[in-house]
C-alpha cells in the first residue's frame, strides 16, 4: 500500500507524508534507515551517525549537500532528522521523521518531511515524487541480501 498524502494546512508550512505497509520487521528496516551503507543505496551517500545531536551530511548525485542533526531517535520505532539545504534561491529547512509501527505481516513505515513554505512548490513537487522513488529503492534493498540480521 502506498499512500502519498501531502498534508495541506490552511495557513503554515507543508508536509510531505509517505506511508507503506512493508513485509519486514521493524528490526530490518530500521537496519536501512541507520547504517549509512545502507541509507547510501537507498537514499544518499552520507556520514550518518545514529546519536541524539549527532551533525551529518547527506550528498546527493546531483551535487548538493544537505546538512542533517539526529532529533529525536527511538530504535525500531522513531528517527527524525533535521534537513536543510542552503541555496540562495532553492533553500529549503525542513524535518525529517521516520516512524516504524509493527503489523502482523511487517511494519507500517511512516515517512512525513515537514517545513515546506508556500514559496517553495519545486521543493514540494520534488519532494512528493522523490520520497515514492527513495520508498521504492528502500523496500528493493530490503528484499535483497544485504542486510544481514
Known sequence: MTDLTPARPA???????????????????WRALTQ????????MANDFVPELG????LR???GGVLDCEVLE???HR???YSWNFDHPTNGLTSVVTW??????????????????RRDQPQNFGGAQIGWRANFDRLEA???GPMIAP
Open 54 to 57: 549527532a551533525r551529518f551530511n
Open 11 to 29: 495557513a503554515g508550512p507543508l508536509s510531505v507524508v509517505v506511508e507503506r505497509d512493508i513485509g519486514h520487521p521493524p528490526e530490518r528496516i
Open 99 to 116: 516512524t516504524l509501527t509493527p503489523t502482523a505481516a511487517g511494519t507500517r513505515l511512516r515517512m512525513e518531511q515537514t517545513g515546506f
Open 141 to 143: 534493498l530490503l528484499a
Open 78 to 80: 522513531t528517527l527524525a
Open 73 to 75: 531517535i527511538e530504535p
Open 36 to 43: 549509512p551503507h545502507l541509507m547510501a543505496e537507498w537514499l
Open 60 to 62: 546527493g548525485e546531483w
